[in-house]
């Protein structure tokens, strides 16, 4: 896998601000497909999934059963009736998928070594919800796969001295940064706790690459695939 983190042309080092690449990633579909996906709401021990409803941007809740010798976990029919309904859904450990998704961590935690990185999918089958105006902790890639979003970036960021809020943030009160359509190939950067929104409005898989700034109790994730000697 070639990555694309060499053809960013950014100084990180006196510019955090949100930026837009437009084609820099060849092939897409190496970083996620639809067969993954599919992978992972038919194997729903092994994985940390989530459903944004489209009415409400809200989480759905579904049943999690006991399990004889696993943890809880859903039955895959329930998963698969919710995504076909429309609703969105989010595979935040995604990169278990696989030892090349595994690679992809790696790449980007040797490009910045003082992160912790990882892949998680945001996609749906229709014009689907994603979350309101919101921030996070972690800095951000979105890379486009398939389909297309409408996105919006602001310049505004929550202070670190504050921790995160539950009430709506009004779009008013911020600076747009980046007013884009994310098409496949295409990526965007949004530093951590910057305001960003994403309105899926067709079929869509993307992949986000959080990084979260390496804090001294946390342990780098051994991504290394030791065969059986």
Known sequence: MTSFLPKLEKHWFIDDTPQLWQ????NPSQYATWK?????????QFFDMQFINKYTNTYV????????WSKPSADVKDLMDIFSDGHSLVINNFEW???????????VETFFPEIRASLHIYCGLDASRSFKIHEDYAN????????????????????????QVSYDIVEDDLDCAIDTILRPGDLLF??????????PKEK????SIPMQHMLPHLKKVDRTYYEIP
């Open 190 to 199: 949004i530093p951590a706790r910057c305001y960003h929104y994403a309105q």
């Open 36 to 44: 993954e996906v599919e992978y992972c709401l038919n194997n729903p």
């Open 97 to 107: 998928v696989g030892k090349d998704k595994l690679k992809i961590c790696e790449e």
């Open 140 to 163: 951000n890639f979105i890379l486009q796969v398939e389909g297309e979003t409408h996105w919006k970036v602001y310049n505004n960021r929550a202070s670190n001295m504050v921790g």
């Open 204 to 207: 869509r898989l993307s992949v």
């Open 61 to 68: 809740e579904y049943p999690i059963h006991e399990r004889c």
């Open 23 to 26: 084609g820099v990633v060849d």
